[in-house]
């Protein structure tokens, strides 16, 4: 499977950003579909997961403000993050694989970087 992110950006504090995650070729319908994020000095971390069966669940990170959505006709992963903070700034990554867990990824996508400015 190949996984392609866009729609990072720069935005200003409490702003919005949308984005995509492409998908093809071969990806587990039992692997979780994830977002991932990492700053610069930090630890990649969980942000939200879309499990097989359907259901979502975001972390501490995206603290309710981040909402993980799928598109299967388009086969189109995104992240809708609202009232962003400066603290979000990072490089998203999408991947599929176990959820939330870093190490247990099978494909990643490349990035894109979101800044927010105060």
């Known amino acids: 499977g190949q996984l392609v992110e866009s729609g990072g950006g720069s935005e200003q504090a409490g702003g919005s950003l949308r984005l995509s995650c492409a998908t093809s070729?071969?990806?587990?319908?039992?692997?979780?579909m994830n977002w991932f994020r990492e700053a610069p000095g930090k630890e990649r971390e969980g942000v939200a997961a879309?499990?097989?069966?359907?259901?979502?669940l975001d972390t501490k990170a995206a603290e309710g403000r981040f909402t993980i959505s799928q598109d299967n006709a388009k086969r189109t992963l995104y992240l809708q993050m609202n009232s962003l903070k400066p603290e979000d700034t990072a490089t998203y990554y999408c991947?599929?694989?176990?959820?939330?867990?870093?190490?247990?990824?099978?494909?990643w996508g490349q990035g894109t970087q979101v800044t927010v400015s105060s």
């Open positions: 991947a599929a694989g176990r959820c939330f867990y870093v190490q247990g990824q099978k494909y």
């Open positions: 070729g071969q990806i587990d319908s039992d692997d979780c």
């Open positions: 879309l499990f097989s069966d359907g259901r979502t």
